[in-house]
């Protein structure tokens, strides 16, 4: 099943291979699908995408890592990508249906700057910038159950990647000082690859 996975030797190569997939609109159903699912069904969406991901990573011998990027929940919805390290150098590996929010080369010295390489680009439709946390690294590894090959939905780990350690990145000041996107910004952040 995942020796499609094998061939795929760079973060480029990862990435590319994921760009391929079909987005996963979830038509029927709220899905988390394992890398084994999600490849079995050709589509995924961000977690998933994340997952598959750090699969192949892994297989490549990095550590299979997460970072989960936190919105206002209220109005818009989390990111999660699969993170990378090269030559002392953070990068991202990401699954998305826009134009932004998507792979990030390995040009960060932190976790943190590459979370908020994320950060003018998520805005809602009125504008409105809404990340405001991201996680440390969340390592894979370290999860005791089979995400790679589960035939469940993995709504167990998402809520672990969700109440694992975050950062805030705005105070409250800073938060009312926010300026919207621009019209040109919020014209082209609607640009999807996948129509539902």
């Known amino acids: 099943m995942f020796k499609q ?3 795929l030797d760079t973060p480029q190569k990862i990435q590319n291979f994921l760009n391929k997939l079909q987005f996963n609109f979830e038509k029927k159903e709220e899905t988390y699908m394992s890398p084994m ?7 995924a969406h961000c977690f998933e995408g994340a997952l598959i991901a750090a699969l ?27 993170l990378f390290k090269l030559d002392g150098y953070w990068g991202a590996i990401s699954k998305t249906n826009h134009a932004v929010l998507r792979y990030r080369e390995p040009i960060y010295k932190t976790v943190r700057e590459l979370a908020m390489s994320y ?8 504008g409105e910038k809404t990340l405001r946390s991201y996680s440390k690294p969340f390592d894979l ?32 000041k800073q938060i009312r000082n926010l300026r919207p996107a621009d019209k040109i ?12």
């Open 5 to 7: 996975l094998s061939k």
């Open 37 to 43: 699912l999600a490849l079995e069904a050709g589509t």
């Open 56 to 82: 192949a990573l892994e297989m490549q011998g990095h550590k299979p890592l997460l970072l989960d990027l936190k919105t206002t929940k209220e109005k818009d919805i989390d990111h999660v990508v699969a």
């Open 119 to 126: 950060f003018h680009e998520y805005f809602l439709n009125n």
């Open 141 to 172: 590894s370290k999860i005791k159950f089979d995400w790679r090959r589960s035939e469940k939905n993995l709504f167990k780990l998402v809520e672990t990647l969700d109440q694992s350690p975050h950062i805030q990145i705005l105070n409250k």
């Open 185 to 196: 910004e919020i014209q082209a952040g609607k640009i999807v690859e996948y129509k539902k």
